[in-house]
């Protein structure tokens, strides 16, 4: 069964930074589109970001490219999203998701498996 855990959100001042992590069990991911979203209250979920098992080429969506960046660590089977220089807008859960899918990666409906979410909260 798959199981993914996101672990690193909480409370962070504006300029201040956080790093998620997403810890992926459960089968063997090579192949799989690790993709992080986000979602603020009221609004609808939003792309962020994505990183292919093995050895994609991470991707970070537009609006956050300058400030977040994803990695993983093979090993441990866990993908990272680094966030810097954090604003009061980008205050929302955020969820690490995955499936074996080629293309329309922002579109949360692709994905099969989801992590619970962890709140990311930035103070102005």
């Known amino acids: 069964q798959v199981q993914l855990v996101e672990s690193g959100g909480g409370l962070v001042q504006a300029g201040g930074s956080l790093r998620l992590s997403c810890a992926a069990s459960g089968r063997t991911f090579t192949g799989y589109v690790m993709g992080w979203f986000r979602q603020a209250p009221g609004k609808e979920r939003q792309f962020v970001g994505r990183i292919r098992w093995p050895s994609g080429t991470p991707y970070i969506a537009d609006s956050v490219k300058d400030r977040f960046t994803i990695s993983r660590d093979n090993a441990k089977s866990t993908v990272y999203l680094e966030m810097n220089g954090l604003k009061p807008e980008d205050t929302a859960v955020y969820y690490c998701?995955?499936?074996?899918?080629?293309?329309?990666?922002?579109?949360?409906?692709?994905?099969?498996?989801w992590g619970q979410g962890t709140q990311v909260t930035v103070s102005s």
């Open positions: 998701a995955a499936d074996q899918i080629w293309g329309a990666y922002s579109d949360p409906t692709r994905y099969a498996y």
